[in-house]
C-alpha cells in the first residue's frame, strides 16, 4: 500500500521542524501544508480538536500530535531505517528524559527571554542559561546527545537553534559565550542534511517574528 | 542469569510512583522501596535524580530512570512478560502517549487549580477541569479501560483519578466530577480503585485528607487579600 503522509505545520515552528527532521532522515515522501498561526484551517482543527496545534502527521488519514510523540511514531512506522531512538531500553529511558526535559524547560524559558523586559527577562535569561549548562553537563563531550548518532533528544533540541537569534537579539547576550559546547554542537548537527535542510536561517527567523 | 535489583523510589503520598509500583506489581517483578521524605530530600535521591529531585525514581541494577511515564515504557521495554501495557501497532501506541501527556499537562492541573481555589476562582476554574475530564469521558465510551479490556498503561497513567478526585472532594466541599454527566469515567474509576493489586497500593485515606486539607489551607492563606 502507498503511505499517505501530510504534515500540518507551520515554518518557523520549532516542535514542527523535529518532525522534519525525522521525516527526512527516515527518507519519508510527504506533503507539507503550511497553516496559518492567525486563522487556523478546518484541517487543523478536525486533526488536532484538543490542542489545535501543529505539527500534525496525518499518516494515510490518521492524526498524530505533539512533535516528540510523532516522532517516536515515525520511528517505530519507518522502522529500517536510521533509528532514532537507541536499541536498548536504559538508553531509551534516558533519550525519553531528557527530550522530555528539553520540551519542558526549553521552550517556556526561551519565551520568556524574548517576550518580557525588564526583572522578568533578566531572570529568565539566568535560568537559560542554567537550563543550558545543564544540557551541555549532559552532552559532555559526546558529539551528539545520544552519543555516536544523531537521535531523538538532539531532534528535541536542535530545532531551537534557529531560534538562537531571537533570543541573543532581544536578550541582548550571545549563547555562545556562555555555552560554546551547545554552539559547537549545534554547528555539528547542521552538517547533516536533514537538519541543514529543515532549520530556517535565524535571521529570517527573527524578521518573520518583528514583521509578525 | 545476573541477579535483578530493582529499586523504586518513592514518597508516601505521591500518585507518580504509583504508576510504577502498578507496573512492577502486574508483571510480578521483585523491588524494594525506598521511602522518601520529600520534605527533607535525602542525599541518594540528589544522588539517583539530580535533574529534578523527584519521585519515582527507578534504580534497577545500579542504573537510574526518573518521570514516571518514562519509567513506564522502561519496564515495559526491559520486561517482556505479560501482561504487556502498551499495544504493538505504533498508531495505538502514539495514542496512548498522547492521552497520557493530557492527562499530565492538562488534567491534573486543572484539577489541581480547582482543588486550591474558592468561590467565584474556583467556579472559573471548574470550567476547564470539567472540559478535560469530558474529554476523558469520549475517550473511555465503550471501553471499560482507557487501554481497552484490560488495564494497560493508559490506565496507570490516569489512575491518580480513581483516587484524588474523591480525595479533593471531600477536603474542598465541591464536586468536580459530575457522575451523572461522566458515567464511563465514573465506572472506570471504581473498577479501577478495587482492581486486584491496584486496591492494594492506596495510601492511607486519612493521611491523605490531612495532607490535601493543609495543602488547600496553605494554597487559600496565600491567595488571600492582605
Known amino acids: ?212 | 542469569m545476573m541477579a535483578e535489583e530493582v529499586k523504586l523510589f518513592r514518597s508516601w503520598s505521591s500518585p507518580f510512583p504509583l504508576r510504577v509500583i502498578w507496573a512492577l506489581e502486574l508483571k510480578g517483578i521483585p523491588y524494594e522501596v525506598i521511602l522518601v521524605d520529600l520534605s527533607n530530600k535525602s542525599s541518594l535521591l540528589l544522588q539517583y535524580n539530580p535533574i529534578h529531585m523527584k519521585v519515582p525514581v527507578l534504580v534497577h541494577n545500579g542504573k537510574s530512570i526518573a518521570e514516571s511515564l518514562v519509567i513506564l515504557e522502561y519496564v515495559e521495554e526491559t520486561w517482556k512478560q505479560t501482561p504487556s501495557l502498551l499495544p504493538e501497532d505504533p498508531y495505538e501506541r502514539a495514542m496512548e502517549r498522547f492521552w497520557a501527556k493530557f492527562g499530565d499537562d492538562k488534567v491534573l492541573p486543572s484539577l489541581w487549580n480547582v482543588f486550591i481555589k474558592q468561590g467565584k476562582d474556583q467556579e472559573e476554574a471548574m470550567v476547564p477541569a470539567q472540559e478535560n475530564l469530558t474529554n476523558l469521558e469520549e475517550l473511555l465510551r465503550g471501553k471499560n479501560f482507557f487501554s481497552g479490556e484490560r488495564i494497560g498503561f493508559l490506565d496507570l497513567a490516569f489512575g491518580w483519578l480513581a483516587n484524588m478526585v474523591s480525595v479533593f472532594e471531600e477536603v474542598m466541599g465541591a464536586t468536580v466530577l459530575d457522575n451523572q454527566k461522566l458515567p464511563s469515567l465514573s465506572a472506570w474509576m471504581k473498577n479501577f480503585m478495587d482492581a486486584p493489586i491496584i486496591k492494594e497500593s492506596w495510601p492511607p485515606r486519612d493521611k491523605l485528607i490531612t495532607k490535601c486539607q493543609a495543602l488547600r489551607q496553605a494554597h487559600i492563606e496565600k491567595e488571600a487579600p492582605k
Not at chain 1, 522530555?100 to 521552550?107: A, I, T
Not at chain 1, 544540557?135 to 552519543?147: I, N, R
Request: proline share 4%; charged share 30%.
Open chain 1, 1 to 212: 500500500m502507498v503511505d499517505e503522509v501530510v504534515l500540518l505545520d507551520l515554518w518557523a515552528s520549532m516542535f514542527g521542524m523535529r518532525v522534519r527532521i525525522a521525516l527526512a532522515e527516515k527518507g519519508v515522501k510527504y506533503e507539507y501544508m503550511e497553516d496559518d498561526w492567525r486563522n487556523k484551517s478546518d484541517l487543523l482543527l478536525k486533526m488536532n480538536p484538543l490542542h489545535k496545534k501543529v505539527p500534525v502527521l496525518i499518516h494515510n488519514g490518521k492524526p498524530v500530535c505533539e512533535s516528540l510523540i510523532i516522532v517516536q511514531y515515525i520511528d517505530e512506522v519507518w522502522k529500517d531505517k536510521s533509528p532514532l531512538l537507541p536499541s536498548d531500553p536504559y538508553q531509551r529511558a534516558q533519550a525519553r528524559f531528557w527530550a522530555d526535559f528539553v520540551d519542558n524547560k526549553v521552550y517556556g524559558v526561551s519565551r520568556r527571554v524574548w517576550a518580557t523586559k525588564g526583572e522578568e527577562q533578566e531572570a529568565a535569561k539566568q535560568e537559560f542559561f542554567e537550563i543550558f549548562k545543564i544540557l551541555e553537563g549532559e552532552l559532555g563531550d559526546k558529539p551528539y546527545f545520544g552519543g555516536e548518532t544523531f537521535g531523538f533528544v538532539d531532534i528535541a533540541l536542535v530545532t531551537f537553534y534557529s531560534w538562537f537569534y531571537v533570543y541573543e537579539t532581544f536578550g541582548k547576550f550571545s549563547i555562545e559565550a556562555e555555552c560554546p559546547t551547545i554552539i559547537a554542537w549545534a554547528k555539528r548537527c547542521m552538517q547533516k542534511e536533514s537538519v541543514a535542510k529543515t532549520l530556517p536561517d535565524q535571521k529570517k527567523v527573527l524578521e518573520s517574528l518583528l514583521s509578525s
